[in-house]
């Protein structure tokens, strides 16, 4: 007998768990759908029979952000990537969010999955990315992403992710965001880079300290990451009550912070996307922080979100 299985848009789901802590992953670019500690959102979540939102939870690969015009010159060669973003003009937020990843191995808290290499319209080269995702009952989460050149020539490459951070508030605009980083990038209409990155000292962009949000819009850039001693720097959007943090190590040295504003009513400053960024908007055009693998070069970044108490930063 034949059983007729629907299957969800975002393929197989992934589920782990450690303490506290659960998180699901999907098959359709391995992409974080949720993740909670004891009960609470620390992100937005969305169905599995639902596309990502707004690019929430996505894996961005082989480039985070934007490509303007979808062109760019590599090694003596020009390329020319899809317009993703039509409405800019732009190729956005890379190659493998749209395709399925294979499982390599999955445990109760831990699942790594893998895009096999292989070239795209555009992008000639075959890289190979893995991303272990891994709950600790005490720390959170841990994200490890690892790139490898199978290919025959070196290849450009870069990497972001895009979670939605929460602390379950109707709005944003009361929360407090710690964001320790000393340079803002200045962009364009099209939010293509139009100058050198601007120091964050006495303008709207300077949460060093910590601060309201208040009904400031924000989709920037922002380098010149302050880290601890232990190499990772951290970003905090807290309530009285709680704090989602982010961390993040040295591979990556940019964020992009993004509002909300601008979406659906439910979603339009319900949550903060804090991406994690190895390299600024259009860096295959620009270099600026791009990295070139070589044949079987490995490149590998981590980051991860945890909860806190709102008076206790661990």
């Known amino acids: 007998m034949l059983i007729d299985m629907t299957i969800p848009l975002t393929g197989n789901q992934y589920a782990i768990e450690a303490g506290g802590y659960r998180a699901t992953v999907t098959e359709l670019g391995a992409g974080l759908r949720e993740l909670e500690h004891a009960g609470t959102a620390l992100v937005t979540s969305f ?23 979808g062109r760019y010159s590599f090694d003596g060669s020009e390329y020319h990537l899809a317009l993703s973003e039509p409405a800019l003009g732009n190729a956005i937020h890379g190659l493998t969010r ?9 445990d109760e808290n831990e699942v790594t999955l893998r895009s096999v290499p292989h070239g795209s319209q555009g992008y000639p080269f075959a890289v190979q990315v893995d991303v272990t995702y891994r709950l600790d009952a ?64 006495g303008t709207e962009f300077d949460f060093r300290a910590g601060r309201k949000l208040g009904d400031l819009r924000l989709d920037t850039a922002f380098t010149g990451l302050r880290r601890e001693p232990d190499g ?62 070589a044949p079987k070069e490995t490149a590998s970044c981590r980051w991860g979100i945890r909860s806190f108490p709102g008076s206790d930063r661990g």
């Open 232 to 293: 990772l720097a951290w970003v905090w959007l807290q309530t009285g009550s709680r704090r989602t943090a982010m961390w993040m190590d040295a591979s990556c040295r940019w964020l992009q912070v993004f509002t909300s504003d601008g979406l659906e009513p439910e979603r339009r400053r319900a949550a903060l996307a804090v991406e994690p960024m190895t390299c600024p908007p259009n860096a295959f055009v620009s270099g600026e922080d791009l990295l070139v693998l």
């Open 138 to 201: 005490e720390s959170g989460l841990h994200v490890t992403v690892s790139a490898t050149n199978k290919g025959s020539r070196q290849a450009p490459w870069g990497y972001g992710q895009h979670p939605y951070l929460t602390v379950t508030t109707p709005t944003i605009d009361d929360c407090e965001l710690t964001l320790p980083v000393d340079y803002w990038l200045p962009v364009d209409q099209r939010l293509i880079p139009s100058d050198e990155p601007q120091d964050v000292a």
């Open 47 to 69: 169905d599995a029979d639902q596309l990502p939102p707004h690019g929430a939870g996505e894996l961005l690969a082989p480039w985070p952000n934007r490509v303007d015009g």
């Open 98 to 106: 749209w395709i399925p990843w294979t499982r390599v191995s999955h």
